[in-house]
């Protein structure tokens, strides 16, 4: 545990944007610059996002379908443009132009539907997630540790005296390194540890601290042991079943929905597991297989994160397989690999941001597509660990999302100020980050942790006292499921 927090607090600055050093230029037109690129995404039947850079500043800018201006827009302080929902058909030609340069001339690609999920599960429209035909917004928080010291509690790894690990997690009743009293089973675990939801959503639900209704949270991390996840699905089934199910039944009776975080390595000793050929990787795809298959017909998961960070702290070895295309290569194969298993569920992958990975580009649209237009990837994601409150931070991104017309799911998030008078994390709960990206729109964010950091905590965090009884649900008899 305390490895994994030094490790996530080390690697603060390479995963996080320096966004407070992006400002706009109030610089003249640059009439002499040139259009250096050109990017159409299909978003629709009749619409089409047009994206591009160029080497003019704060230039007036045309789009042209089949030669007709149906956009006017300006470049802006890095030369970049956007448009969005630009009117098109099939076969249409695009093409952008400023006062003495055009871009190639684009044929607008062929659209593709994402597929409409079944009644009550979560998929994806457009840049929206939904659910039965609503939009829906997802909040929540992270949890690193629960399923990892319930694994060992169960005496599946090895641990001497398991019996201690009953109860710890990384959240409740307080954070980092908690510990839920009266824990003595897999069962007593989950229901306690949602009992905790179920009192925040009774006090929370103003702007800059929303109800919860998701939860991340590794179920495996191969810092710790690598294939340890594996190697207890494969040596006690049973057991690990017991894990997996009755935290998805516990998180559906407090109405939480699921992300299940399915691979993590913080070390940059063993580059394994990104190798399709090996044997750790052909672990992998035989575990998140088989969880998959298990959980295909149920709609508390919301979707699945098929690896936590895979670009953080692996540069030299990004580099050595091609840079981004490499990384690429790995993402869409792994996605490809299991996504067979997953015909209900969305997928998505918990890209740190790196700044410092091979190739980056600065923060554009650019960067958010260098990361997250990668084939097979239902939803993109990002990690934000910063102070900058800057609401064009927030719009610029918003529309970022939309014009690769994928959900987003800003899967952590903090106020990253070092002050151990706070916390000793050096990040905490965003109010700012919270309200202002949902009242974007954006489809799914969660905070890392609830403890304050400067800016509060979320809700009456920690909150210590009684917690409250889960709602009465009608069992047919017979069913054998244990009544909270």
Not at 106 to 111: E, G, N, S
């Amino acid at each position: 545990m305390a490895f994994i927090i030094l490790s996530l607090a080390v690697l603060l600055s390479a995963s996080s944007l320096a966004l407070a050093e992006i400002q706009p230029s109030p610089e003249a037109c640059s009439a002499a610059g040139v259009i250096t690129l050109i990017r159409v995404v299909r978003t629709g039947w009749q619409t089409a996002s047009v994206l591009g850079s160029s080497t003019s500043i704060n230039c007036g800018i045309d789009v042209r379908v089949d030669g007709i201006v149906v956009r006017t827009g300006s470049t802006i302080w890095n030369g970049d443009y956007w448009f969005l929902y630009v009117p098109v058909g099939s076969g249409s030609h695009v093409q952008t132009c400023i006062v003495l340069s055009c871009s190639d001339v684009v044929l607008v690609p062929v659209y593709v539907p994402q597929p409409v999920g079944p009644p009550g599960f979560i998929y994806a429209q457009e840049s929206n997630l939904t659910i039965n035909s609503t939009v829906v917004q997802l909040f929540g928080v992270n949890e690193q540790t629960a399923f990892i010291y319930a694994m060992i509690a169960s005496g599946l790894w090895g641990y001497p005296d398991p019996n201690s690990y009953w109860g710890r997690n990384a959240l409740f009743p307080a954070g980092p390194d908690g510990q839920i009293p009266g824990v003595s089973s897999v069962d007593s675990l989950w229901r306690e540890y949602f009992r905790y939801f179920l009192h925040y959503n009774q006090v929370a639900g103003d702007p800059d601290n929303p109800k919860t209704n998701v939860l991340r949270i590794w179920v495996a991390d191969d810092t710790w042991f690598p294939d340890g996840t594996y190697l207890t699905y494969k040596t006690y089934p049973v057991a690990f079943w017991n894990i997996f199910d009755r935290m998805v039944y516990w998180a559906d009776r407090a109405g939480v929905y699921l992300v299940p975080v399915l691979g993590h390595y913080a070390s940059d000793v063993d580059h394994s597991f990104f190798d399709r050929q090996s044997t750790h990787y052909a672990h992998q795809v035989e575990l998140v297989s088989a969880i998959m298959n298990r959980y295909n017909l149920n709609a508390r998961i919301a979707m699945w994160d098929l690896w936590n960070e895979p670009d953080i702290g692996h540069d030299a070895y990004w580099a050595s397989v091609g840079g981004i295309d490499g990384f690429k290569a790995w993402a869409g194969g792994y996605i490809a690999d299991v996504k067979p298993h997953s015909s209900n569920h969305l997928v998505t992958m918990g890209i740190g941001g790196s700044t410092t990975f091979p190739g980056v580009p600065p923060w554009s649209w650019r960067y958010h597509f260098f990361y997250n237009d990668i084939p097979g990837l239902d939803v993109s994601n990002h990690h934000t660990y910063s102070t900058a409150e800057d609401q064009y931070l927030v719009d610029f991104e918003t529309d970022w999302h939309q014009a690769l017309c994928k959900p987003h799911y800003e899967s952590e998030f903090g106020y990253n100020l070092w002050d151990p008078g706070n916390n000793s994390l050096g990040y905490g709960y965003w109010p700012w980050y919270a309200n202002h990206t949902r009242t974007a729109g954006w489809p799914a964010i969660s905070t890392m942790v609830f403890l304050n950091n400067s800016k509060g905590p979320y809700a009456d965090y920690p909150y210590l006292g009684p917690l409250p009884p889960y709602p009465f649900t009608f069992k047919p008899y017979g069913l054998d499921e244990p009544m909270g």
